[in-house]
């Protein structure tokens, strides 16, 4: 298990928006966290990246989470791609990569990687990022993250806002990062594409899990069905 | 005087303006806090440094310690302060540094009494003169740029250029122009903002502290010899959009010269309409003031601002 | 009293104990002057920042320009001192527009910049007017009344006025409006607020009140300098309404109290020191008391303030009252209950800090022996001696009726009794024959959401949240001095019931049983009421088999007490059905 949490909570002052969550991801897997808006997905990883206070349990690589920085996660290979995208907007494509090797990952070979899996990308080198499409933004903010050399890619609703062309695109990306072996958290609320890229699931709703299993599993239940994916 | 003459004049008293303004844009525009009490700030480590001087009489000294001092106050200010004020509104935060304002003050004159103190130029050098032909300068009036003038105008574009370079080409320098420009973003990417922002918190009032020093030959140490210089540099940074450095310099140094042509101007008005005990100099700032509230309603994020951020 | 009359009652109550109290010290006097006048410029600002969110430093520019505009009208062209200032609050006004229209466009920092600029404005212009006394201002401007005792009595009016009048405004819609642009300029305007209006207006009234101020500052102090209105004096005014807080009406007396004092009091000497003390108390303040002392104040009021009157309060009470029942040994503890009336027998449940007083007016039920009796825990029984549960209270109820005697009875239930005698019906069927629910809690529990425990922890100690809360319980009373008995009562409940009710209420659940009544079960409902709602009565209904609801209209939470003869129509009705 790359991650493990054992009743992991994040609250905003009296506000608890995680309540006690116990989720791993294995070495070699791809785990999607799926619930409706406000379940505390988005909490639960900014909770796991260091963004904002949480308590309970939480160990990356073996070893605890507990008062580490965001800076230092990073270090360790924990790199959450936030909710938003969060680019840099007045500095060039390019330079928004480097950033991404700020606290770690090598730029050039980093680079170079980035640039194969985002063609489109490599062309806007030097645009303004804050000139991109959505989409375009959303490539470069997974280009960004995998510059710190991830042990763990965390992204929070990739596909959030675009359009259905480029969520597939998104999902083809997830897909081929999965080939290369990065274990990856990924939060949506798009359940359906969700559902059918992870290996497991879990089924959030107001800050607690309501179900867990894998993937297609889930994909096929029933009750999940009319719940999350409106049939 | 001609109007050459005002322009030489108004040109370091801008860069004054604008290095305020600098320092003002570099805490705003990374940290989101505007600090009303950056002048004071400054004040105290000019102060600071003139103990340091009478306790060694050795100015360079006096003013590295006053940096110094300058600087551990800023980062003082932002870990003690700053981040508990981080969740509050905009009245709150400013309030914050309104009280630092008038706390700073009274220190000022506790510890060192209200006697204006004096302080040595920082160089001595020659004024600069230079006599136009005839044809352009019928009267052989000589223009005339001060030697703290000269010295002032250097130190500034030296700073600013050093800014520039630091933004441009240092890791430290790449990770604050993040910051300032997706906190979140900044973030995930590894970038201690703490750290960062109490290196512009630091970098701010240190800035502050060398304009100190330039102008306290002039207007000596007291506990209010920063205000209105304070209140130049937020025109200057209005003008730069709190955000942009570089327009924060040039605004102020812009705005320096507009003042001197508009009490050119004025001065030209009351002799002709025969306007008596009427100084121009009272009306210099009103100037300034009216066109910075101008300024503020026609483009409220300033005229270089940048077209991205939601920032106030 | 009604509690608005009272509120400016005790203020002008206390303004004029002051004024005699120092009637003899002019330099006390002065200061109490300042203070008020002061405190109506904070008031000021107030509406501006606190109110519309717009925050300004620079409004000790409208003092000023109210200030010289009554010294001139009144020393240049002998207006009286009244007209002067109400000539001095236009003028101000005006300049409220001046820099108003442009701050429409601005928000945050940015507007504090630009009213701090336009507040060294109007102090250099001004300063250069030698019709305005230039540099050195104006002097010997006469006062409104002779005597320092005098001046301070006119202000004092002045502030009463002044605080009316901002009372009126905060909770008209404009204050409204105010409160939503400042909260939120895009919602508001969504809901149809137009922004820029609300803000002009506040820019306006800010303006008003503070050249009024200005005005009567002139004329208590008699000599007025363009740089003694600067930012200082406009870091004062936000320093006051910030310490004072923000949130109430009297903030700014309460800040202009510390701020003015302070000021005289360090005024021998200590000079710099004030500085810091100000300046540290702002910062202390809006890091841990932001709501300001008016706030702690209020709550002080709510928390501790009321104790010993509601200690007094109760001892008499139950005094007053003991006569008017008896007690009976029921389930280990002396339950008071009374009864009216001969015949076959009707039992009454009350509800949440209720007692057996709220039935009091529907006791006269023709052919009946009425009973009522004050559950443990409430009015003047014994404690329950466990935690608040709906169970044990129906228990409890139980243990009482068989001591009384009572079997196969129709039983009544309001509210809290209403789920009391839901849970009683479940386990002691044979005890009620039939029941009445009056907007009782459903079945399945009532949740009272988490952030309201806090303020429910507030009834146990404040008589005066109590009162607010029974009013909104019964809202279409006719004569609110029927509530008075019913709070005193409330007063009676066991402290930790306060919480605990709430709590027994959220686990209260009798679905599961509810099907197995056989007895006959009537359902009310007012249409007015806030707590129990129409979906709720319909799961009550349809949780008893045979259940009938009935909707009452024009009345709230309580008919019993709203419209007593209505409820007996229908307790008659009822009845005879059965």
Known sequence: MVLETSDFRVSYGRIAAVKGLSIAVGEDEAV???????????????????????????????????????????????????????????????????????????????????????????????????????????????????????????????????????????????????????????VEQNAAKALAFADRAYILANGSLVKEGPGRELLADDSVRSAYLGI | MSILQAILLGLPQGALYGLMGLGLSLIFGTTGVMNFAQGNSGMLGVFFAWSVLAWTKSLPLAIAAGIAAGALLGVGTDRILMKKVKGLTHGGMLIVTLGLLMAYEGLALIVWGTEPLLFPDLVTLPPLIWTLPPSVNPDGIPLIVAGSDLFILALALVISLLFAAFFKFTKIGLALKARSQDEVGARVVGISVGAVDSLAWGSGVAICVVLGTLVAPKTMVTPGMLTTLQLYGFTAAVFGGFSSLFGAVVGGVILGVLEKLASLGLDALFAATHAANVNSADFQLSVILIVIIATLAIRPTGIFASRFKGKV | ?????????????????????????????????????????????????????????????????????????????????PVAVIAAAAMAALFGLVIGLPALRMKGFYLAIATMAFGVVVEQLIAVVPALGSHDGLRDLPSPVKGELGTYFVNLAFYLAAIWVARRVVESPQGLRWRMTRDGEVSARSFGVNTSRAKLSAFVASAAFGGVAGALYAHTVGYIRSADFGLSRSLDLLAMIMIGGSGSIQGGLA????????????????????????????????????????????????????????????????????????????????????????????LYVHGNTGSLRWFEEVMDIPGRRVVALDMPNFGRSDALGAPADIGAYAD???????????????????????????????????????????????????????????????????????????????????????????????????????????????????????????????????????????????????????????????VGHSVIVEDPDRFIGIVKTFLSSL
């Open chain 1, 32 to 186: 999607a966290v799926i619930g409706a808006n406000g379940a505390g997905k988005t909490s639960l990883l900014a909770g796991l990246a260091g963004l904002v206070d949480a308590s309970g349990g939480a160990t990356y690589k073996g070893a605890s989470l507990a008062g580490l920085s965001s800076a230092e996660r990073v270090k360790r290979g924990l790199v959450l791609c936030p909710e938003g995208r969060r680019i840099f907007p007045e500095l060039s494509v390019e330079e928004n990569l480097r950033l991404g090797a700020f606290r770690r990952g090598r730029v050039g070979p980093g680079l170079e990687r980035v640039n194969a899996l985002f063609p489109r990308l490599a062309e806007r080198r030097r645009q303004t990022a804050g000139y991109l499409s959505g989409g375009e933004q959303q490539m470069l903010a997974i280009g960004r993250a995998l510059m710190s050399e991830p042990e763990l890619l965390m992204l929070d609703e990739p596909s959030l806002g675009l359009a259905p062309v480029m969520v597939d695109l998104v999902f083809e990306t997830l897909a081929a990062l999965r080939a290369q072996h990065i274990p990856i958290l990924v």
């Open chain 3, 1 to 81: 009293m009604n509690r608005k009359v009272r509120y400016y009652l005790v203020t002008a109550l206390a303004g004029v104990a002051a004024g005699l109290l120092f009637s003899g010290q002019s330099f006390i006097l002065a200061i109490l002057s300042q203070v008020l006048v002061f405190a109506i410029a904070a008031l000021g600002l107030n509406l501006l920042t606190g109110q519309a969110g717009q925050v300004s430093i620079g409004n000790a520019a409208f003092m000023s320009i109210g200030a010289f505009t009554s010294a001139v009208l009144v020393t240049r062209l002998g207006l009286p001192i």
């Open chain 3, 255 to 346: 800040g202009a109290i510390i701020i003015i004092g302070l000021r005289f009091f360090f005024s021998r000497g200590f000079g710099p020191w004030l500085s810091v003390i100000i300046g540290g108390l702002l910062i202390a303040f809006t890091l841990f008391f932001p709501r300001g002392i008016a706030y702690g104040l209020t709550m002080a009021w709510h928390k501790v303030l009321q104790r010993p009157l509601n200690a007094v309060r109760k001892r008499l009470v139950l005094a007053r009252t003991r006569k008017t029942g008896s007690y009976v040994e029921a389930g280990g503890r002396k339950i008071f209950w009374r009864e009216s009336g001969s015949g076959e027998p009707l």
């Open chain 3, 396 to 554: 409890a109820v139980a243990a009482f009726m068989d001591a009384m005697g009572l079997r196969g009875i129709p039983v009544v239930g309001h509210s809290l009794g209403g789920a009391v005698v839901q849970s009683l019906a479940c386990k002691r069927p044979e005890l009620a024959s039939a029941i009445l629910l009056v907007d009782a809690a459903p079945p399945s529990g009532l949740v009272t959401p988490e952030e309201r425990y806090a303020s429910i922890g507030l009834f146990r100690t404040s008589r005066d949240l109590l009162a607010a809360s029974l009013e909104a319980v019964a809202p279409s009373i006719r004569e609110k001095s029927r509530l008075a008995p019913l709070v005193n009562d409330a007063l009676l409940m066991a402290p930790d019931a306060f919480e605990g009710n709430a709590r027994a209420l959220a686990r209260f659940d009798c679905r599961a049983s509810a099907g197995a009544y056989r007895g006959k079960v009537l359902v009310l409902r007012g249409e007015k009421d806030s707590i129990v709602t129409a979906a709720m009565a319909k799961e009550t209904a349809a949780a008893f088999p045979g259940a009938r609801l009935e909707i009452l209209e024009g």
